[in-house]
């Protein structure tokens, strides 16, 4: 009797210590597992942290990386709009400059036609002043051989006086033209002083011996008109080289 008493005394002790084991252990793991899940709750925390930490910085990287590109699209722009006005105005210099090389261009041509007109004009003036020249010395000699011809029937001094009126007229036409026309050429301009010398020598006979009412004498008369006529003939030979040389 006492042994069942005791051997449930220890069944009743085994129980209790098992019961209390059960519960001590329950609230153990109770507690364990309520430390886990704060742990697991702020190493959740901590890794949002983290990844909100890092989107951060991702996000100030990637912006970092808008503004540099988008400072470089603008440097980009900028030089590229520079290029653009560098090569704009470059293109209106070249433009301009080959506006100045028509223009010029066009100048010089119109000069050169101008030229080429002038000269083609002097070449037909001095044509017309050698031919007419030409005709005026030969005029000039036949004048001066009247004014001097001795009296006939034909010849009065009506005659001589209109003559000598077209040998003074005459001179001072061919000096007009060699002058404005022919100044340069000197062997031209000399031959003409010397026929100038003859006129006024044949003017002088003509006063003389018309004032006397008698001819001038055969002589004189010889003398004066053939060395007349040698200038004049030199005088119209070098008219016909120059022409030849106009001609060429």
């Known amino acids: 009797m006492e042994a069942q008493t ?15 084991y059960a519960a001590s252990y329950l609230k153990v793991s109770a507690k364990i597992t309520a430390e886990t899940n704060h742990i697991l709750e702020i190493l959740d925390q901590k890794y949002l942290f983290k990844i909100q930490e890092e989107s951060a910085k991702i996000d ?14 603008a440097i980009t722009s900028t030089n590229e709009a520079a290029k653009i006005d560098v090569l704009t105005v470059k293109m209106d210099q070249v433009v301009e400059q080959q506006k100045n090389i028509t223009t010029t261009t066009e100048t010089i ?17 001095r044509r017309e002043k050698i031919e007419l020249l030409y005709s005026k010395f030969s ?34 036409e061919v000096n007009m033209i060699t002058n404005l026309y022919f100044s340069s050429n000197s062997q ?7 026929l100038n010398t003859k006129m006024s020598t044949s003017m ?8 006397l009412g008698c001819d001038v004498p055969l002589v004189e008369y010889n003398s004066i008109m053939k060395e007349s006529l040698l200038i004049s003939h030199d005088i119209k030979i ?3 080289d120059t022409m030849a040389r106009e001609l060429d």
Not at 6 to 19: D, E, K, P, R, T
Not at 204 to 211: A, G, I
């Open 6 to 20: 005791a051997i449930s005394f220890l069944a009743g002790l085994i129980g209790a210590g098992v019961g209390a």
């Open 109 to 125: 041509k119109s000069n050169v036609d101008i030229d080429n007109w002038r000269k083609k004009e002097n070449q037909i003036l």
């Open 204 to 211: 002088e006979l003509f006063k003389k011996y018309s004032e």
């Open 139 to 172: 005029e000039y000699f036949l004048e001066c051989k009247i004014m001097l011809s001795p009296f006939t029937g034909s010849t009065t001094i009506e005659h001589r006086k209109e003559a000598s009126m077209k040998t003074f007229l005459l001179c001072d």
């Open 188 to 194: 031209l301009m000399s031959l003409k002083e010397e």
């Open 60 to 73: 100030a990287v990637t912006n970092k990386i808008d503004e540099i590109l988008a400072q470089q699209r």
């Open 238 to 240: 070098l008219l016909s």
